[in-house]
């Protein structure tokens, strides 16, 4: 089948025909689900909080105007709504902002890690990583949106989400290194 | 040393991991509220403006009105004395007549605050309820 853009789906929705939002939902819920999850840090928060990001972007579809990336708009929802809930709750959380960034970790060879040690490596050095760093390295590198987009999710500025990305990236370097060298004692 | 926009390595790292995924149910549970929502919106748009309440009391106040109109035409109090020989209506009818005469004194600005106040309250109203999402 013929894969169609969002649009084409969000304007049959808005149309009334209420069961295209299903393929928005399919396409999206990884990575609502992914902030979400980061976010909240528990399972069924971030389920309950996906969900309800996308009823209100379901509830809010007219107002979409199509001037930036629908993507860029349920992220910024998602965004939104986790954080509310985590004030609501007043949820405190440790983040691994006491990693040392070291200048040296700029190469990474994953090479001598077996594939299934490697997602779970990088899953694992994400996981460090507090939330908004979290979604900044998502956003860029996974769903490859540009600064602009990113900060219309976040609500940060150009300049402070570069100085954020590129903090995130030198600690992510350093955790994978860290890790892939436990990873490899282990093996030996 | 590279920057963020260069690290194309950690670009295809990243793009190599599947994301965590919610319950195999999310899409079901996700639509099944969304069908939810969309019946209360189209339950919402079914109802009248304007309830049942306001016909019946908007037909009372007619019906008062229309009788008000009648009675003025044609001189009742004495009927009225007939009807209910031991109750003073006189009395009552021009306690009634003073409140509708003093209500007819009240400055046309206040008329008119009152009117424009009720419309935009109708309005509000109206345009809410055909409004399709629910807040």
Known sequence: MEKKDDNYYIEKVINGQTNYFSYIVEKYQDIVFSIALKVLRNREDAEEMAQESFIKAYKSLHTFKGNAKFSTWIYRITYNTCISEVRKKKIHFTSADDVQIKDETEEMNLDGIPAENREKIIKAALDKLPEDEYTLVLLYYFEEQSIVEICKVTGLTESNAKVKLHRARKKLHTLLNEMMKDDLYTIL | ?135
């Open chain 2, 1 to 135: 040393m590279k920057t963020f926009e260069e690290d194309k390595e950690l670009k295809q790292l990243l793009k190599s991991i599947k994301l965590e995924k919610p319950a195999p149910d999310f899409t079901k549970v996700v639509m099944n509220r969304v069908f939810q929502e969309r019946a209360v919106v189209e339950q919402v748009r079914a109802e009248p403006v304007l309830g049942k309440g306001f016909w019946i009391i908007l037909a009372l106040f007619v019906l008062l009105m229309a009788v008000m109109v009648l009675m003025s035409g044609s001189n009742i109090a004495p009927e009225s004395t007939v009807v209910l020989p031991e109750i003073n209506t006189e009395k009552y009818m021009s306690g009634y007549r003073s409140f509708f005469e003093n209500f007819g004194n009240l400055p046309v600005s206040i008329a008119g605050i009152t009117l424009a106040f009720s419309m935009l309250i109708f309005l509000e109203r109206f345009l809410s309820s055909r409004r399709p999402e629910l807040t």
